[in-house]
């Protein structure tokens, strides 16, 4: 069982309506990273205020959110019957009511550490050409940031062809298997034989 404290100040709690799976909370479940059990995974999701603490003046009871770096799975039975969670405020962003809270979630890992790794991090020009090797969650979500600022070409490598043909929706204009021989004398032709401006892992 799990009791939390109630919200401090710049503190919110907030109902869990879905969290995605990250492939960083597999990892501390199989004991990869270390910590300690027990412990409650998961750090990507969405839901709705139920209360707010002192100094709380962006959020209002009931308003929908993501909630970002959290240790809620929102699959197994302890989070599935009716798991809260006590967040600092800056963990929270508003988000419209329309909005699934399911695709909402996702929003709060895979979004913006892909994006924000090549629009934040990186600060990637425009016109800038860049590779992204590993075509999941956040592989794609580099992809999106990338197409966004601009990148040309835009080039995507991993293992699985599915993956590959998911990065050409996502905004790829090139997608490579990383077991092909010649990979990098295809991305050497491709950037005019300059090599690549950006790579993301």
Not at 51 to 64: H, K, L, Q, R, Y
Not at 67 to 75: A, I, P
Not at 159 to 175: N, S, V, Y
Request: net charge negative.
């Amino acid at each position: 069982d799990i009791q939390l404290a109630p919200p401090g100040p710049r503190e919110i709690r907030v109902k869990i309506k879905a969290c995605a799976i990250c492939h960083s909370d597999i990892s501390y479940a199989d004991g990869i990273w270390g910590g300690e059990l027990p412990a409650v995974f998961g750090h990507e999701a969405s839901g709705t205020i139920l209360e707010t603490g002192n100094e709380v003046a962006e959020f209002s009871i009931g308003d929908p959110v993501i909630v970002t770096l959290l240790r809620h799975c929102g699959s197994c039975f302890f989070c599935s019957s009716g798991e809260e969670v006590v967040v600092d405020v800056s963990q929270a962003a508003s988000i419209p009511e329309n909005i699934p809270f399911d695709s909402a979630s996702l929003l709060s890992c895979g979004v913006i550490t892909g994006a924000g790794a090549v629009i934040n991090t990186a600060a990637m020009q425009p016109g800038s050409n860049a590779v992204v090797i590993g075509c999941g969650g956040v592989g794609l979500n580099c992809l999106q940031g990338a197409k966004i600022v601009g990148a040309e070409p835009l080039i995507a490598v991993d293992l699985h062809p599915d993956k590959l043909q998911t990065a050409m929706e996502f905004g790829a204009t090139h997608a490579f298997s990383s077991k092909e021989q010649d990979l990098s004398e295809k991305i050497r032709t491709l950037t005019q034989g300059r090599g690549t401006d950006y790579v993301f892992v």
